[in-house]
């Protein structure tokens, strides 16, 4: 075991817990059973986390309420917006709905094309993993392919910038935050993470023969807390918060976890999210810091300037 292995592992046991939830999006999925309940809800809620902590379950919350008017289920709501009697019901309950760039009209459309999705392949995971294959190293091709489904389904470059604001993608060269937080929710297993996709999952029987997501092929979410820490941990230089730098950061941790390798990012997020974490060096709150021994910045040799908290990228 490296050492930055052994340090992130303490991280993990300190942070990775269930009753931190409270604090992520995630929670919102864990209030639903239903694997296609979950498959809508972890959808929005990771597609809207973006901003302030608090305004994104103010959202998030919202939009489920609304839901909730017009049908039992949030899959029950996601079925029917192929229907145009349902979508002019819902057009009317999400005609005040806003999130910062996104209004009722881009989260209707977004689900209009998971609708979509479902009705051509079953599920939103039998859509991505069809181009997924076993060998494939990341996810990077799968999620491409599908964003250029749904731009191309949503009219292309005509569609809302609020949707496309949905809709970003690797070969943009954004660091594609929410989708690839929303694939960690998918492609792992454990007290924290869900794991819809993963094999043996109650999902997997809608993918295609021998097609499911491994935590191997995922790649790092990247807000603004995970790229400030993974660079006092030196897992990258670039300061950019972007593909690359997701690839990089993805890569610097298969050298702690070769085959889980975002399994770290639930951990590292809250250390920025709870505000642990102040971006200068602090005596009384560096010396507790599990990773201290490898971050430059806990050292007290390299002090950084403090950012701005709260604060979710795309």
């Given at each position: ?147 250029a489904d749904w731009s191309a389904w949503s ?160």
């Open positions: 075991m490296t050492p930055l292995a052994t340090f992130l592992d303490r991280l993990v046991l300190q942070y990775h817990r269930r009753e931190l939830l409270n604090s992520d999006p995630l929670e919102f999925m864990t209030r639903y059973p239903d694997p296609y309940d979950q498959e809508v809800v972890g959808l929005i809620a990771a597609l809207l986390a973006y901003g302030n902590v608090v305004q994104i379950r103010r959202s998030v919350s919202s939009a489920l309420e609304r839901m909730a008017l017009l049908a039992e289920r949030p899959a029950d709501f996601a079925g029917q917006m192929e229907s145009p009697a349902f979508r002019k019901k819902a057009e009317r309950e999400f005609q005040s709905w806003v999130h910062r760039f996104n209004t009722g009209a881009d989260l209707l459309k977004l689900l209009g094309l998971l609708s979509r999705s479902w009705s051509t392949y079953g599920t939103l995971g039998a859509h991505f993993t069809k181009n997924l294959a076993p060998a494939d190293k990341d996810i990077s091709g799968a999620l491409n392919l599908l964003i009219g292309g470059a005509s569609a809302t910038p609020g949707l496309r604001f949905f809709l970003t993608a690797p070969a943009s060269g954004s660091c594609c935050k929410r989708w690839c937080m929303f694939l960690r929710w998918m492609g792992r297993s454990d007290s924290i993470d869900p794991g819809l996709w993963t094999q043996g999952s109650a999902l997997c029987t809608t993918f295609p023969a021998g097609r499911f997501l491994a935590p191997h092929q995922l790649i790092m979410p990247m807000d603004t807390h995970v790229s400030r820490i993974s660079r006092y941990l030196r897992l990258t230089e670039r300061k950019a918060t972007d593909w690359k730098t997701a690839l990089e950061v993805t890569s610097a941790l298969r050298g702690a976890d070769p085959q889980d390798p975002v399994r770290y990012d639930f951990a590292l997020s809250r250390l920025g999210i709870l505000d642990v974490c102040t971006g200068k060096y602090l005596a009384e709150i560096c010396k507790n810091c599990q990773i201290r021994p490898v971050c430059h910045v806990g050292s007290g040799k390299n002090p950084v300037k403090r950012k701005k908290f709260g604060e979710l990228t795309s």
